[in-house]
């Protein structure tokens, strides 16, 4: 089961450890909103954040190669994260 902290909350905080390549380090965010259209968290020389959680961390904890999901493209995960939470 697939709980809300999982994709608002995920361990974007690096303190001691982290891995960049699993999108996870040892701390969770309290940024909690999701931007679905985002799939890169830093930008591309990592020396600034976005300020909602982008796809990457929010999915590919789990979504990824080696993850405990199924491995899904960023344009997959988009289609399913805009609008999550509404009835299609
Ligand atoms: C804590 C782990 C975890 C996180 C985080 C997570 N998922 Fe999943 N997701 C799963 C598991 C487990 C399944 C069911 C088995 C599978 O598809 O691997 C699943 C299934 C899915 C499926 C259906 C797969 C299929 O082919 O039928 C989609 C689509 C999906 N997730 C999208 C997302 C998106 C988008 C996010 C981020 C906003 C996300 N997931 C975050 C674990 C996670
Ligand atoms: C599989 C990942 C996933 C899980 C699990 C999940 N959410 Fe979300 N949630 C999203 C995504 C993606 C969005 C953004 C949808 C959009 O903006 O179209 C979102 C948006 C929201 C919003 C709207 C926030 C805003 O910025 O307006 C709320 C509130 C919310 N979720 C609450 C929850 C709660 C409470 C739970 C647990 C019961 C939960 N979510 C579980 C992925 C998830």
Request: net charge positive; charged share 15%; hydrophobic share 30%.
């Given at each position: 089961m697939v709980d809300c902290i999982d994709c608002?909350?995920?361990?974007?905080?690096?303190?001691?450890w982290g891995d960049a390549d699993a999108y996870t380090g040892d701390i969770r965010t309290h940024?909690?909103?999701?931007?679905?259209?985002?799939?890169?968290?830093?930008?591309e020389d990592g020396t600034t954040a976005i300020s909602q959680v982008s796809l990457d961390f929010a999915c590919k904890s789990?979504?990824?190669?080696?993850?405990s999901a199924s491995v899904k493209t960023d344009e997959q995960l988009k289609d399913t994260a805009i609008g999550y939470h509404s009835t299609p």
């Open positions: 608002h909350m995920p361990r974007i905080t690096k303190s001691a940024l909690w909103a999701i931007d679905p259209y985002a799939t890169s968290q830093f930008s789990c979504h990824r190669t080696g993850g």
